[in-house]
Antibody, heavy 119, light 110 residues
Framework: QLQLQESGSGLVKPSQTLSLTCAVS??????????WSWIRQPPGKGLEWIGY???????YYNPSLKSRVTISVDRSKNQFSLKLSSVTAADTAVYYC???????????WGQGTMVTVSS | QSVLTQPPSASGTPGQRVTISCSGS????????VNWYQQLPGTAPKLLIYSNNQRPSGVPDRFSGSKSGTSASLAISGLQSEDEADYYCAAWDDSLNGKVFGTGTKVTVL
């Protein structure tokens, strides 16, 4: 049973880069044909898909964030990462990492990590 | 920037049936499968329905999904207190070339 755990800085200054990592445990990040995503949820609001990296290594990003987002995989460490540059207060949110199965559904989720953008 | 529209709230008494709609367009629901997620207060979302109407192992059969044209629905029959949560639909959007979530519906058990 694959499990995910987010880690990274909980406080980021405006204009700086947000960096988060999602560790995959209980199996290999390369197994099962999973694609790996980042999703966020501003306080009191709904879910927003940020992007994902396919099992092939291809990446797909939300068009509204594309110019600022990079998602990468480190298979040697069994983890994947998110970098979001030039952050503003609007990027304050709970960030979730998630695994998308072959049926295009997010069936594995991390517990989420709160990131606040403030000086 | 949600392109899938859901009613903000829905409610019912224990045992009742509640239905949540998810309205999209030809570029998302009209041409791709729909998934539904349940988010209990303070927790991460959980997959409830995939591929329009399939339940993952462990999800009670009180939850059912359907899709017609550019809309989808989630039904909860025999409503229970533990069903009080936020529910989100999601689908791939061919125009945006990305995944989109619904606006979310808060279900209250009266």
């Amino acid at each position: 049973q694959l499990q995910l755990q987010e880690s990274g800085s909980g406080l980021v200054k405006p204009s700086q880069t947000l960096s988060l990592t999602c560790a995959v445990s209980g199996g290999s990040i390369s197994s099962g044909g999973y694609s790996w995503s980042w999703i966020r949820q501003p306080p009191g609001k709904g879910l927003e898909w940020i992007g994902y990296i396919y099992h092939s290594g291809s990446t797909y990003y939300n068009p509204s964030l594309k110019s600022r987002v990079t998602i990468s995989v480190d298979r040697s460490k069994n983890q994947f990462s998110l970098k979001l540059s030039s952050v503003t207060a609007a990027d304050t949110a709970v960030y979730y990492c998630a695994g998308e199965n072959v049926s295009d559904a997010f069936d594995i989720w991390g517990q989420g990590t709160m990131v606040t953008v403030s000086s | 920037q949600s392109v899938l529209t859901q009613p903000p709230s829905a409610s019912g008494t224990p045992g009742q049936r509640v239905t949540i709609s998810c309205s999209g367009s030809s570029s998302n629901i009209g041409s791709n499968t729909v998934n539904w997620y349940q988010q209990l207060p303070g927790t991460a979302p959980k997959l409830l329905i995939y591929s329009n109407n399939q339940r993952p192992s462990g999800v009670p059969d009180r939850f059912s999904g359907s899709k017609s044209g550019t809309s989808a629905s989630l039904a909860i029959s025999g409503l229970q207190s533990e069903d009080e949560a936020d529910y989100y639909c999601a689908a791939w959007d061919d125009s945006l070339n990305g995944k989109v979530f619904g606006t979310g519906t808060k279900v209250t058990v009266l």
